[in-house]
């Protein structure tokens, strides 16, 4: 099935059966992604950090992390690490990072560790939906 956008709206239901986890320790970054992909029909999780979201990616196998790299008690490049380690790039979970950290030293890291999309904080949210959306088609 093709994207069908009305504006930034996503038509519902596109990432039906899709479990996606968000990984940020900013409530509000959290509501925002999480009200952002409410109407694709994902099967949507969250954790606020870095232990908390390798638990999850290691028990309940998402098909996708939004992951921010600035996370407490595990940072997000040991997330990273962790959960895509042994795998190919494209083995699930598929990982989108986010993050406030400017350069590209982090985001060439990143990707070095398996991330396949990459968004500075602010970003706009139809961006971070069309990436997760073309990443799980």
């Known amino acids: 099935m093709g994207r069908i956008w009305y504006g930034e709206a996503l038509m519902a ?6 479990k996606i986890l968000l990984v940020d320790d900013d ?3 959290v509501e925002a992604i999480r009200a952002a992909l409410a ?6 999780d969250t954790a ?4 908390a979201a390798v638990e999850k990616c290691l028990g309940e196998a998402p098909d996708l992390m939004v992951l921010d790299l600035m996370m407490p ?3 997000g490049f040991l ?3 962790k959960v895509k380690q042994g795998k190919a790039r494209t083995d699930p979970p598929r990982v989108v990072v986010i993050t406030g950290n400017t350069g ?3 985001r060439v890291w990143a990707e070095s560790l398996g991330a396949e999309a990459y968004f500075q904080k602010p970003f706009r949210m139809d961006r971070l939906v069309e990436a997760i959306t073309d990443l799980l088609s």
């Open 27 to 29: 409530e509000e970054v």
């Open 48 to 51: 606020s950090d870095g232990n």
């Open 13 to 18: 239901e596109e990432l039906a059966g899709k």
């Open 39 to 44: 109407d694709t029909g994902a099967e949507i």
């Open 104 to 106: 590209t030293r982090h």
């Open 79 to 81: 997330v990273l690490e």
């Open 73 to 75: 008690k595990r940072s």
